[in-house]
C-alpha cells in the first residue's frame, strides 16, 4: 500500500505546464527529502529529482521540485510528447522506517 | 558508466524461492548501498530493503521480513536479493537500484527481472 498520494492522471497539450502533487504526512515528507522518479512505458525508473529540488546531471532543467510542510510538487513546463510517462514521488518514512513510494501519475501529452 | 546488469526472468512455482542478481560497473561497488523495489504488473513501486556494500548491513521492509534475504559479493560487485515461500501475489518486475546511503534517492537502476509465481 501506498503512503504517498498522487493524483492518477494528468494531462495537458504540448508546450503547457503540468504540475503533480504528493501527500504525505509528518513521518516521510514532513521530515525527509523528497525524490521523484519517472518510469518511461516498459523501463525502469529514472531519478529527476533528490533532494526536494535537486536536478541530477543529464536531466532537462523543464523539470522542477518543491515541497512544503508535508506535501511536494513536480512541475514540468514546455510539456514534449517525450514526457509521456509515469512519475513517482518517494521519501523515507521515519515510522516505517524505510522508503516510501508515491501512488504514481500518469502524464499525458494531448 | 554505472551499470546495474540484472539476470534473466525466472518463473517459479508458490512456496518456492527465487534469488535475482545485479552485477555492478562503473564505480567502487563497496562505496554504495543497493536497494530493492519491486512492481507488480500495472501497479506502483515497492521499496523491499537495503544493502551496504560496505559492511553488509541490511535493512528490510517489514511486510517482508522473514521471507527475504540481501547479500553481496565484493569480489564480484553483485548484488542478490532471494524471496522464499513464494506467493502468486510475488509477481512482479523486480530492480536493483543505488544509493549511497540507506535514506538516499536511487540514483542508477537496474534494467528489471520479471518473477513471475504461478503453479
Known amino acids: 500500500q501506498s503512503v504517498l498520494t498522487q493524483p492518477p492522471s494528468v494531462s495537458e497539450a504540448p508546450r503547457q505546464r503540468v504540475t503533480i502533487s504528493c501527500s504525505g504526512s509528518?513521518?516521510?515528507?514532513?521530515?525527509?527529502?523528497v525524490n521523484w522518479y519517472q518510469q518511461l512505458p516498459g523501463k525502469a525508473p529514472k531519478l529527476l529529482i533528490y533532494y526536494d529540488d535537486l536536478l541530477p546531471s543529464g536531466v532537462s532543467d523543464r523539470f522542477s521540485g518543491s515541497k512544503s510542510g508535508t506535501s511536494a510538487s513536480l512541475a514540468i513546463s514546455g510539456l514534449q510528447s517525450e514526457d509521456e510517462a509515469d512519475y513517482y514521488c518517494a521519501a523515507w518514512d521515519d515510522s516505517l522506517n524505510g522508503h516510501v513510494f508515491g501512488t504514481g501519475t500518469k502524464v499525458t501529452v494531448l | 558508466q554505472v551499470q546495474l546488469v540484472q539476470s534473466g526472468a525466472e518463473v517459479k512455482k508458490p512456496g518456492a524461492s527465487v534469488k535475482v542478481s545485479c552485477k555492478a560497473s562503473g564505480y567502487t561497488f563497496t562505496s554504495y548501498g543497493i536497494s530493492w523495489v519491486r512492481q507488480a504488473p500495472g501497479q506502483g513501486l515497492e521499496w523491499m530493503g537495503w544493502i551496504s556494500a560496505y559492511n553488509g548491513n541490511t535493512n528490510y521492509a517489514q511486510k517482508l521480513q522473514g521471507r527475504v534475504t540481501m547479500t553481496t559479493d565484493t569480489s564480484t560487485s553483485t548484488a542478490y536479493m532471494e524471496l522464499r515461500s513464494l506467493r502468486s501475489d510475488d509477481t512482479a518486475v523486480y530492480y536493483c537500484?543505488?544509493?549511497?546511503?540507506?535514506?538516499?534517492?536511487?540514483?542508477?537502476w537496474g534494467q528489471g527481472t520479471l518473477v513471475t509465481v504461478s503453479s
Open positions: 509528518s513521518s516521510n515528507i514532513g521530515n525527509n527529502a
Open positions: 537500484a543505488r544509493s549511497t546511503q540507506l535514506y538516499r534517492a536511487f540514483d542508477y
